[in-house]
């Protein structure tokens, strides 16, 4: 698979604990019933971005990195949804 090692080589092996964090916010999220659908990878993208700026300090490279992790989050939320579906429908 390409794009993972496209993507691994991008976000600092550092990072990668914002995924599951930010999957496990989305889930709470998702059952936050005055919130619109839309908005949830907005607020997943600014609390990567902000969690990058507090970690790596007030650079580019912390925008960068908090974007690509709100990114695979959801491309992994994604992923699973879509894998929990076709074994439903079997």
């Known amino acids: 698979m390409l794009e993972a ?3 691994a080589t991008l976000i600092d092996p ?3 604990i914002l995924i599951p964090v930010l999957y496990i916010i989305w889930l709470i999220l998702r059952q936050t019933p005055r919130l619109e659908p ?3 990878a ?3 993208m ?5 969690s990058c700026f507090l970690y790596y300090g ?3 490279q912390s925008f960068v990195e908090g974007v690509l992790v709100a990114g695979v ?3 992994v939320k994604d992923l699973i949804h879509v894998r929990i579906n ?3 429908k079997k």
Do not use: P
């Open 5 to 7: 090692d496209v993507l």
């Open 14 to 16: 550092r990072s990668y």
């Open 38 to 40: 839309w908005t949830h």
């Open 42 to 44: 907005w607020i997943i």
């Open 46 to 50: 600014g609390i990567s971005i902000i």
């Open 58 to 60: 007030f650079i580019i």
């Open 73 to 75: 989050t959801i491309l």
């Open 86 to 88: 076709l074994n439903g």
